[in-house]
């Protein structure tokens, strides 16, 4: 039997994702139609013996989680629970701290993975390659190849290029050492548990007169931890290296982390080209009387998308959304209950819910894709502003209820939740 964990984290993650974080926790927000972590659950229902999903974090239960753990539980067959850490307990102290949940029912072996990461997640191909290396104490970590200056963004991986066994492990290093990076989904089988608490003990000794909360928290170096958190990247992964328990498996499947809006886009447009494959039903088609749709289109049965608009590539469209006469649409997400009113046109933004954007109005943003240019390139994830106080270009994000005037101009905007826009804006953030 076989289980996976989600790292959901909590309401002090997901900054970089604001305003649009502001509104429901980041795993919820949807791409391509489902929230982010309906695509890690539904990748782990194809997994035979999959009998329990559980989420970590330490977002207060809320009605949106509930919702949305009872929809996925009905739709997939498989048991799934939320876990609230009482504290940011760090990537593996809440593993720790819910041992005895996880071991529950006696798993072979089980998955972890970050919930901001998305992908084509390999979950199949890691435990047959784990089987390979002989099974028994194992643990695989899901790699791929970044080019060589953004793999020190990541975890950076230096394996025996033969056997996959990892040598050495350096958690976004300072110098370059790898172009193998750790993608956040693991495969570990039971024992690590023991590891854990050994270095559970450890850091309890070393930091039994540290009382403060953690650099999330207070501000302070966060290399300076509660002595209940353990991380698993540099309390597990940098010993374990080079002792023979630990594996790569690589994948050259489409793999991205989710840290900004502009990321959002990016995997919208990768899930639903895996539609394509998987799902064609929940692509839109063309047809007398429906909008036309250019490429990869998703609207939900509840949208009322006029006839003489033009959606996608690279679109999806939320529930009770409208868009109206000749409306166009193209790589941007448009979210529950948005009204876009006749002739706008809305290219590479997110519009987030309840917002209403006026007639003739422009609403665009500038891509943040990974360089075509450069095999393996991944999103940059870039600061808002520019070392003179600039905002960077980026994807025009709108944040919920907001209005937007007609025959206006938005472009490389940011307006956060509820605000009524007086006219056009550019490279603004609107607060
Ligand atoms: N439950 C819980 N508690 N979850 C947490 C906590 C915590 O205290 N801290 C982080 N997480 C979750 C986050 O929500 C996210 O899904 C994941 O753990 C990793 O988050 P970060 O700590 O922000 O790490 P990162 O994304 O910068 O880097 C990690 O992921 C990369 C791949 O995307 C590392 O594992 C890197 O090595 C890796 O390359
Ligand atoms: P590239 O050649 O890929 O750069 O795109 P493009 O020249 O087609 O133009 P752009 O990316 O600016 O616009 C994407 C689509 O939106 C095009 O098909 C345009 O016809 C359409 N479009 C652009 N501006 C407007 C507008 O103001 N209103 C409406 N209704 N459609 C627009």
């Given at each position: 039997m076989i289980k996976t964990i989600i790292l959901i984290g909590g309401p002090m993650k997901g900054t970089r994702f604001r305003p649009l974080s502001l509104e429901l926790p980041k795993p919820l927000f949807p791409v391509a139609g489902y929230p982010i972590i309906y695509h890690h659950i539904e990748a782990c229902s194809k997994v035979p013996h999959m009998k329990e999903v559980i989420l970590i974090g330490f977002y207060q239960p809320n009605d949106a989680l509930n919702k949305f753990i009872s929809n996925v539980q009905q739709e997939f067959k498989i048991q799934v629970r939320y876990l609230q850490e009482y504290t940011a307990l760090g990537t593996a102290g809440g593993l720790y701290h819910f041992r005895d949940q996880i071991l529950a029912g006696n798993p072979d072996s089980f998955f972890v993975m970050n919930s901001d990461v998305c992908g084509d997640f390999p979950l199949k191909e890691m435990l047959s390659f784990t089987v390979q290396k002989g099974g028994g104490s194992h643990c695989t970590v899901l790699g791929t190849e970044a080019t060589r200056q953004q793999s020190l963004n990541y975890g950076c991986i230096v394996e025996n290029?033969?056997?996959?066994?990892?040598l050495h492990y350096v958690e976004k290093p300072e110098t370059y050492i790898s172009t193998t990076i750790n993608c956040g989904v693991y495969l570990f089988s039971p024992d690590i548990f023991s590891t854990l608490e050994k270095i559970f003990k450890k850091n309890q000794e070393d930091n039994y007169n540290y009382k403060a909360g953690n650099g999330w928290f207070t501000g302070c170096d966060p290399n300076t931890q509660m002595k209940e958190t353990i991380r698993l990247e540099q309390d597990i992964f940098v010993p374990m290296a080079?002792?023979?328990k630990l594996y790569v498996y690589q994948t050259d499947r489409f793999w991205s982390q989710i840290k900004t809006s502009g990321a959002a886009i990016y995997a919208n447009r990768h899930y639903l080209a895996l539609y394509q494959n998987w799902h064609k039903e929940r692509l839109a088609k063309n047809g007398e009387l429906k909008p036309q749709i250019i490429g990869d289109v998703y609207i939900h049965p509840t949208a009322d998308v006029h006839p003489t608009a033009v959606l996608g590539p690279n679109v999806s469209v939320g529930k009770h959304a409208t868009i109206g006469e000749g409306a166009r649409v193209r790589e941007s997400i448009v979210l529950e209950g948005a009204v876009l009113q006749d002739h706008c046109c809305v290219l590479y933004s997110v519009i987030g819910w309840n917002v209403t954007i006026g007639q003739w109005t422009r609403v665009e943003g500038t891509p943040n894709d990974p360089n075509p240019n450069k095999p393996f390139a991944k999103v940059d994830v870039k600061d808002t502003f520019s070392p003179e106080g600039k905002l960077n270009p980026s994807i025009t994000v709108i944040g919920s209820n907001v209005q937007v005037p007609s025959e206006v101009i938005l472009l490389n905007a940011m307006v956060l939740p509820d605000k009524s826009l007086g006219g056009s804006c550019k490279n603004q953030i609107i607060l």
């Open positions: 290029k033969q056997s996959h066994e990892i080079g002792s023979g």
